[in-house]
């Protein structure tokens, strides 16, 4: 085995290489430290088992776990200053790209070097005088760090190489990580090579995993010997230690026992296992080397376009949540604005109705004022009409009347004259007579009273019809205030339909509001769409970069430019969730501004409503002033039709001869009590003298 191999790099691989040769002066004076190395699943932790069963202090605490029975026998200090380095370079074990080169110059972080101060710091509190160790495959990506950690605390390291045939390694991992077979290959070649690059100077002693099934003393006399560590023991308490130990059991290698597939590896593998590399072998090593950092050289642009094309797929869940969340939204937004529609429908709906049920009421009443009106007036006309005529035709008897009195009187008068020339002519009749002529003279004088008893009474009742006429001219400028009433109603009516009219146009209005929504909801939708269709297909591209950074070793050049476009490709898909964002928002804004305007049409319909009230209580005052108006026609009905029997008894009584009269029963009953209120009383009869 390779117990002391010393091959030098050119110094271009590892710019610490020679300051950090201890002079051999200082090297006497260097504590030693063992650091097991290696890939992963290479029997490491058997090897720090074995070496602290030596009396190397190689844990402080041994963790079980499902894919190592015996534990890792590691340090969990150390452990997780190593994931925080790789954290920081984003080259996490489990993480994506884990394989791929760390960055130039990466020890030179000040976080990383901060982290270094807290390995020193451990380091310095845990070492003690006796040997002290550690292991874990991490540090072999980490060397250059380490090299500083030596220098500062005047360690003189002890490298101890577990190798396995990276086949059966690729496979483990396999089986532990679910890690793909040629990936598990290139991530120990990786390994082999920082391995080759950063330990060249140091003492290094080689154990092959498998040997220590089939010749487990040999691999123990080999690190006794280069530790230069005493065993204690007698040799069957050796081999019970190391039959403890090495478990054939726990070993799972295939049973195929295939080769690895890469040329490159199996090459490397050939050249670590060598005993005594000759000058010939060395400089292959090197040249693979070689070629291997200038292979990731090459690929340091995928490597960059895989970071970023791997951090856009790291966001699609992201990106998905937020158009799930879009989408949820969107669907808030269109059952808020489906409600806004039914609200706005059926509020429009009551509207209309309420609009239609106040037009219908308020041309019923118009109508219905209109007819009442017009019957009154016709009635009250018609009445007025037959009263005057009545009244003219009895005022034409009372004078025909009073004319006829009047030639009667004249004829009497003439009657008398002759009566005297006859008495004068014949006094003997005359003694025989004068009784007669006085008795018709009193009875002339009585008829006299009695004519104008009449013409008083005539004088009245004209009197009473002139006040009448009145009665009806103020009743005819109450109508007609009552008309100018019912205008205003109607003007008022008039300024509630054109309130409709607008609130049906503001309607019209938030409906076409409304279907704009929906055509910009519709757009969200088409956007979200392309957004789900674009995050499938960043999803493609990302897979697809993966494979071609797989295959890069055949076509590089066409690999970049797929990258480019990949990425062109992730940077749209950004650029449209921005604008899908921003569509969003605006589509928020034009919903606020719906509830507004829902809101602003709410207030209107409120208004409305009142203003309606306010029509309907105004209607109800109308009927009110209409109904009294009624009563007042209703009574003036009675008092014209109380008027029409005054008057017609009044013409009835001076139709009456004197002579003739008859005697005028007491009646003290209903005619009375009507004839009062308006001056007349029941007759009593007076006889003439004939």
């Not at 990276?166 to 920082?194: F, N």
């Not at 010997?225 to 190391?242: A, H, T």
């Not at 529609?341 to 609009?355: C, D, H, I, K, Q």
């Not at 009646?667 to 009869?685: D, E, I, N, Q």
Request: charged residues 25%; proline residues 4%.
């Amino acid at each position: 085995m390779n117990d002391s191999l010393a091959t030098s790099y050119p110094s271009a691989v590892e710019p610490f290489a020679r300051t950090r040769v201890a002079p051999v002066a200082d090297a006497a004076r260097r504590r030693p430290i063992v650091v097991v190395l290696g890939m992963h699943r290479s029997g490491t932790s058997l090897c720090a088992h074995i070496l602290s069963a030596m009396g190397i202090d190689m844990a402080d605490e041994i963790r079980e776990h499902g894919s190592n029975a015996r534990g890792h026998w590691e340090r969990w200090e150390i452990v997780e200053f190593h994931d925080r380095i790789l954290g920081l370079l984003n080259r996490d074990y489990y993480g994506p790209f884990h394989d791929f080169s760390l960055p130039v110059a990466w020890w030179a972080d000040p976080r990383v070097f901060a982290i270094k101060r807290e390995i020193v710091a451990f380091l310095e509190r845990r070492m003690g005088d006796g040997y002290f160790g550690f292991k874990d495959p991490r540090t072999v990506r980490l060397m250059p760090v380490w090299h500083q950690i030596f220098n500062d605390l005047k360690l003189a390291p002890k490298i101890v190489l577990c190798l396995r045939d990276p086949a059966q390694v690729a496979r483990s991992v396999k089986a532990r990580d679910g890690l793909d077979l040629e990936i598990g290959e290139y991530r120990w070649l990786t390994h082999m090579v920082d391995f080759f690059r950063y330990s060249g100077n140091f003492d290094i002693c080689t154990v092959e995993y498998e040997r220590w099934f089939t010749d487990p003393f040999g691999n123990f006399e080999q690190l006794k010997k280069f530790l230069d560590v005493p065993w204690q023991q007698s040799e069957s308490d050796l081999g019970l230690v190391l039959s403890g130990i090495v478990d054939p059991a726990l070993r799972h290698d295939s049973s195929d026992h295939r080769e690895a597939g890469q040329p490159l590896v199996r090459s490397l593998y050939a050249r670590a296992r060598e005993d005594r590399p000759d000058a010939g072998a060395r400089h292959q090593t090197s040249d693979i080397i070689t070629q291997h950092i200038n292979f990731q050289k090459l690929h340091e642009p995928f490597q960059r376009a895989f970071e970023n094309i791997a951090g856009i797929a790291a966001k699609l869940p992201q990106v998905e949540q937020e158009a799930a969340d879009l989408r949820a939204a969107v669907g808030e937004r269109d059952a808020l604005i489906e409600a806004a529609n039914g609200r706005t429908s059926a509020a429009e709906a009551r509207l209309a109705e309420a609009a239609a049920a106040a037009a219908a009421e308020a041309q019923r009443i118009h109508f219905a004022e209109i007819e009442l009106e017009r019957d009154a007036h016709a009635v009250a006309l018609e009445n007025a009409r037959a009263e005057l005529a009545s009244l003219q035709s009895a005022l034409a008897d009372a004078e025909s009347e009073v004319r006829d009195r009047a030639v009667a009187a004249e004829a009497t008068g003439a009657a008398i004259a002759g009566l005297r020339e006859d008495l004068a002519r014949a006094e003997n009749e005359a003694a025989a007579l004068r009784t007669a002529l006085s008795e018709r003279e009193a009875a002339a004088q009585e008829a006299d009273a009695r004519a104008n008893a009449s013409e008083a009474r005539l004088a009245a009742s004209l009197a009473e019809i002139e006040a009448q006429r009145l009665q009806i001219t103020s009743i005819s400028g109450d109508l007609s205030d009552r008309n100018t009433a019912a205008a205003a109603l109607q003007a008022e009516i008039e300024t509630l339909r054109s309130a409709l009219a607008q609130a049906e146009q503001r309607g019209q209005e938030h409906a076409a509001a409304a279907a704009t929504a929906q055509a910009e909801r519709a757009v969200l939708r088409d956007g979200l769409a392309r957004a789900e269709l674009e995050s499938v297909e960043a999803t493609a591209v990302a897979e697809a970069i993966c494979a071609e950074i797989t295959s890069s070793r055949v076509a590089l050049t066409h690999a970049q430019r797929e990258a480019q476009d990949r990425a062109a490709a992730g940077e749209a898909l950004q650029a449209e969730i921005n604008s899908l964002r921003s569509a969003f928002a605006a589509v928020e804004r034009r919903r606020h501004e719906g509830e507004a305007a829902t809101a602003a049409l709410r207030g209107e319909i409120a208004t409305l409503r009142q203003a309606l009230a306010a029509a309907e209580q105004r209607r109800q005052q109308g009927e009110a002033a209409t109904a009294s108006l009624q009563a007042q026609v209703t009574s003036l009905h009675g008092e014209l039709a109380v008027a029409r029997e005054v008057g017609r008894a009044a013409l009835a009584s001076l139709r009456i001869e004197p002579a003739t009269a008859p005697e005028a029963p007491r009646r003290p009953g209903w005619l009375a009590l009507v004839l009062r209120p308006f001056g007349y009383r029941a007759r009593v009869p007076s006889p003439l003298a004939g």
